[in-house]
């Protein structure tokens, strides 16, 4: 049979075995982080978050459309991402089957048998390694971009090397052209495609200019790092001239907003189409192929016309609100966000002597463009500025950890205000760079994939989150001893080994491939920096990221398959030596096997996510236990994205307004909360626009204390009209001002009972006003703290105030907790809390908020939902744990079963515990300081046996914990210090409610782990 029909018919077996591996393992709703938010503005074609994701949006609308029910969209759409992950895996088994043939020089009907079970035998295991790899299956199984951008960079790359084929033949050059096109439509998924610009950019090169020297191969580079800027750059260029021709239209003719963008991009497309028939008449082939190409691309970034259609009728989510060209560039450009520093510029100790200035125009309220200036960023004194910058964030807990990373000394400069300061050195910086940004950032998740992981826990030292070999000397050498490990650790399915055997297998085809084809090695290997290492220096990561990164450099693993498998052909020689050539290739095929089959055993229980529904459970909780016509203060992406999620797609509780606390500060944000989304009526927000956008606008609002006119507190609402005034005497150099931190804010007896905030029954407890003070501390209150403040002024008492979490109203003084006050207006609401009119103190031991046990009680008995976690099946890694904040769920089931126990109530006490163990069972959650208050209720309730249970295994934990690192020597013993004390800190809590009570043979029994 052929090379080229195999080819075909084992890459299409090695697709099915992709296919079915992801279809398998999807989650069957939302997963968590960007997953709910891009299902939710997929099915009702929203506007996500910058920069933007609309062919994403659209193919993944296409999938939802087979849904039978609005329950079966994500579940659709995680299984159209499993299936693009397994187009990823086809493409690059005929990538690799492709470089293996150029490896022998040969052409497809030229392979002779022997040849062909190796190479394709080596596409089979590269493809294979990578459809097993942890990131990529990671990635492979959610709604996320990173699947759609991860098959295209696969399918461009296929492409190329099929030009390479194609190069003599006639209409060769068709593989350009659609490869740009796909260039394209990738812009509008994720931009890491356009990494791939270079390897092509040399495959091409190779192939046009076969004899060049090597000395010149600056020339491609060149060409090629030119055109990949030119890629990126290209669609907000062309937003930018949009807009621009818009602005003429709207101001000039009292032409329709975004009529400048239809004649931009007509008469770019117009244009180029006139060329590209001219090139075409005069026979000039290369710039006829090159305009073609520039039409497609720009015609594929098209899809980008989505977001301003989209934007600007104002759907629920609809974020920055890119309704017009300006705004889109804004959108684009990502500079909501930021950019860190890159060739030179501030560290965190660089003195700032000004504000950056971002010039634009706006549409005003009468629909004309209008000019403003707005500061996005410090301007540094460039005496403290410094070359390769990457501790550049002043953020105190980064600067602790760049001090951490770097045994920090660095070197005194004088600014110009003629202060000294200290700033790191370059070989400071340098040392962060490789300590922390390669190593722990990139190298760290290279080798999960080729090596081994330490646990599915995010990284906090040697204890959790680092590769791992399995091979027990190699890996005490830096992660301490391997032998009796506690259980937990074990057992943890992220503790995957693979025994180096897919990076020794990488290293033979890398080296291999560097002897016996150096030019595609170069391309490969262009591909494998350009996508790993160069994004480790654009992104300038910060210190204690909030999640793992590695899927940000996915690209840089399917390359090193791509050696994995080429790794199978030096062993095929090799045996090929002492036996005959067919037999050498099969065995060399079916030991490599081996590699593959390891990965696929380690990872499955790890990247198995069937049965799992915690992100919708998550969104279900947050809005099953608020009263109608709420308004629910969120405050990052994993307690919002599930609540959009649940509303939009599901159509569950549309009546609760969410609003997230990151995005407040954010005009168009603002103006939302302005207006009815599903249900929910408008937020009753009083300040006008003119205070937070367009030009004079003030985002934030400095407190200076002046006396009351009457001697009285400043109400709330005498406070908003202070700020919300355009007198000049309400202004301070021509600022709006706070005029008090003691704020009172009247209670409106009526409308709590009307509302449900308090129980008729518990009405005696309403205070007629209740009083916040903003800490001495804060200087000011940015908008988005105004806006709430706003709220609590002129709700009325009408609309019920959720919070997901309880320290967000610090700040307003909702919650106080200092060395002299602890208290707290919240009433805790299961997964939330409630703010009410009325004072509790915060109990330090068991948490903050008034408990009512009866409708706590029914909430949390009855009502809350787990995601099927309570299933061993069903996996459970530490993201889940954290998002879930099981920990916060464990400290209400314990603050509920004690106050219960305070009532008399023991038998529901026990039920309340034993439901907490039920539905976060430790085998699942792993054994916290939480745990303690559970058995100290049992005790307490009489349920001895029980709490003997749960206390034997509790001290047997995390005595396994504290005795494994007492084995620790030297250095790695001092690294383990913190989470030594944390599990004797729990030891010890166990221990003196066992004193308490008289339990003296647990006290003695937990004496010896101290």
Known sequence: MQFRKLNTIVGWAVFVIAAITYLLTIEPTASLWDCPEFIATSYKLEVGHPPGTPFFFLINRFAAMFAPDPTWVAALINGFSALQSAFTILFLFWSISHLGRRIYRKRADEMGKDETIAVLGAAAIGSLAYTFSDTFWFSAVEAEVYALSSLFTALVFWAILKWEDAYEKDG???????????????????????????????????????????????KPALASLLLLGFSIKLNPWLVGVSAFIDRIFVNNFDMPVNSGVIFTVSAVLVIIGYFVWRTHKQGKVLLNTGLLSLGLMILGMTTYGIVLIRASVNPPMNSNHPADPYTLERFLNREQYGAPPLVKGQTFASTPIGNNESSTYVLDDNGK????????????????????????????SHIREYKNWTDFKGKQVLNSKGEYVTIPTFAENLKFFFGYQV????????????????????????????????????????????????????????????????????????????KRDGRNFTVVMMLFLLTGLAIIVYLNQKPLEPRERDYAYAGSFYAFAIWVGLGVLPIYEWIRKKLNARMAAIVAVAASTSVPVLMATQNWDDHDRSGRTIARDMGYNYLNSTLPNSILFNHGDNDTFPVWYIQEVEG??????????SYITGDWYIDQMRVKANDSEP??????????????????????????????????????????????????????????????????????????????????????????????????????????????????????????????????????ANKNEKYSYLQQNGANALVVPFKTPIDERMGIGYLDTESLYDEMMNNLRFGNIDN??????????????????????????????????????????????????????????????????????????????????????????????????????????????????????????????????????????F
Do not use: C
Not at 372 to 392: C, G, L, N, Q, S
């Open 172 to 218: 060769g050059n068709r593989w350009i052209i659609l490869i740009a096109y796909l260039m394209g439509l990738s812009i509008g998924a994720h931009i890491l495609n356009l990494l791939a610009i270079p390897a092509i950019a040399f495959i091409f090169y190779f192939k046009k200019y076969p004899n060049r020297k090597k000395t010149d191969l600056w």
């Open 369 to 396: 463009y209008v000019y403003t200036e707005t500061a996005i960023d410090y301007k540094y004194d460039p005496a403290t500025e410094v070359f390769f910058p990457r501790m550049h964030s002043d953020k105190e």
């Open 439 to 514: 190593n722990n950032m990139y190298w760290r998740y290279f080798l999960w994939n080729f090596v081994g992981r330490q646990s599915d826990i995010q990284y906090d030292g040697i204890t959790n989150g680092n590769w791992l070999s399995g091979i027990p000397f190699i890996d005490a050498l830096y992660l301490g001893p391997q032998d009796n490990l506690p259980s937990e650790m074990a057992a943890n399915k992220g503790r995957n080994k693979y025994y180096f055997l897919p990076f020794i297998l990488g290293l033979l085809g890398l080296f291999f491939h560097l």
């Open 652 to 661: 569950y509780r549309t009546d609760v307004r969410p609003m997230n606390t």
């Open 683 to 816: 937020l009753p927000i009083t300040i006008p626009r003119s205070k937070y956008r367009g030009p004079g606008a003030n985002l934030v609002f400095p407190i200076v204390e002046i006396p009351h006119p009457n001697g009285g507190v400043w109400t709330a609402k005498e406070v908003m009209a202070v700020v919300n005034s355009d007198n000049a005497g309400t202004k301070v150099e021509g600022y709006d001002f706070i005029p008090t931190r003691r704020i009172a804010i009247p209670v409106n007896k009526e409308n709590v009972l009307k509302s449900g905030i308090v129980k008729p029954e518990m009405a005696h407890m309403i205070e007629d006003t209740i009083y916040v003070t903003i800490p001495a501390s804060k200087r000011s209150l940015h908008i988005g703290e105004l806006v709430q403040l706003d709220l609590l002024a002129n709700s009325d008492w009408l609309r019920p105030i959720y919070t997901t979490g309880s320290t967000s109203f610090l700040d307003l003084g909702l919650v106080v």
């Open 872 to 1009: 061993p099946k069903v996996y459970v890694d530490s993201f889940v744990e954290n998002s879930l904040q099981a920990a916060r769920f464990r400290e209400t089931y314990g603050r509920l079963a004690h106050k219960l126990l305070q009532q008399g109530d023991s038998v529901r006490a026990i039920e309340v515990v034993d439901k907490s163990l039920e539905m976060l069972p430790p085998a699942q959650l792993r054994y916290d300081q939480y745990i303690v208050p559970m058995i100290e209720a049992y005790w307490l309730a009489g349920a001895t046996e029980k709490g003997d249970k749960l206390a034997d295994d509790f001290i047997r934990v995390q005595g396994e914990y504290v005795e494994y690192f007492y084995s620790f020597k030297g250095r790695q013993a001092e690294a383990v210090d913190n989470a030594l004390l944390d599990k004797q800190r729990n030891l010890y809590d166990l221990s003196e409610v066992a004193r308490k009570m008289g339990k003296t043979d647990y006290y003695d029994k937990i004496k010896k782990y």
